[in-house]
């Protein structure tokens, strides 16, 4: 099966087997997936299920041993080197579990420097800047440098980084999972509001049972396989 109409990704029997010394340890098996454009999909699962290494495995910053990864219609594994950094930064948002600021950096050259890297000319940059850190609600906060920001502000700063660019596709992997429930709510609302906003598709990893009030679907993840429900 190729693409398919209003698929914003499909994962086809995509394995990962990582070898750990003389073990095989299967992260991934076989795993099928397909995200309709505009929609929120939570992929829950325990600790050590897989998560991470799908996301990665969608993102490009890892290879499936077999299977593939199509994002907007392109095999992400038929991409060269400088292609794949391309996909990254222009049709691919990230968010992790830990936000990847740059604390000496204010939340507006952070944001500023993803545009930079995605290729966003340089008159178009101030006013998406602005746009982006009003939607996340950090207006007051644009001049502060990130270490100075709350946890949760500064998982916000790194969303508005992840959406500068319009990328098509956002990948959060446990973006609430160093935030107090209040401001994990916070974060899943936006992402919500994103999707319904922009149109963009998202897809959030975590153990959090939360973001199922969030999601337009719920794919479980147990052992590197998707299941229907988690035992
Ligand atoms: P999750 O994000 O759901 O916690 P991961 O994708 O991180 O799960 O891990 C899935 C499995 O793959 C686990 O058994 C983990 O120990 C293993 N694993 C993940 N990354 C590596 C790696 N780089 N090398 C070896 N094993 C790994
Ligand atoms: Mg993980």
């Not at 500064?154 to 956002?170: E, G, M, T, V, W």
């Not at 973006?175 to 899943?188: K, N, R, S, V, Y």
């Not at 992402?191 to 939360?210: E, K, M, P």
Request: with cysteine.
């Amino acid at each position: 099966m190729k693409k398919e109409a209003g698929a914003a990704l499909r994962v086809e029997n995509v394995s990962r087997v990582y070898h750990v010394g003389s073990r095989d340890v299967h992260a991934l098996r076989d795993v099928n997936l397909s995200v309709t454009a505009g929609t929120v999909v939570a992929l829950r699962g325990r600790s050590g299920s897989g998560k991470t290494t799908l996301l990665n495995c969608i993102g490009g910053l890892d290879r499936p041993t077999s299977g593939q990864v199509w994002v907007n219609g392109r095999d992400v594994a038929q991409l060269s080197e400088a292609e794949r950094v391309q996909l990254r930064r222009r049709q691919i948002g990230f968010v992790f579990q830990s936000h990847t600021l740059l604390p000496a950096y204010s939340a507006w050259e952070n944001v500023e420097l993803m545009l930079r890297l995605a290729g966003t000319p340089r008159r178009e940059r101030p006013a998406r800047v602005r746009e982006v850190l009003t939607l996340v609600g950090l207006t007051k906060w644009m001049e502060h440098r990130t270490y100075e920001l709350s946890g949760g502000q500064q998982q916000r700063a790194a969303i508005a980084r992840a959406i500068a660019p319009r990328p098509a596709l956002i990948l959060a992997d446990e973006p609430t999972g160093e935030l107090d429930t209040a401001a994990g709510q916070q974060i899943l609302r936006l992402l919500r509001r994103i999707v319904d906003r922009d149109g963009a598709t998202v897809l959030i990893a975590t153990h959090d049972l939360a973001v199922d009030a969030f999601a337009d679907e719920v794919v479980y993840l147990q052992d590197g396989r998707v299941v229907n429900k988690l035992l």
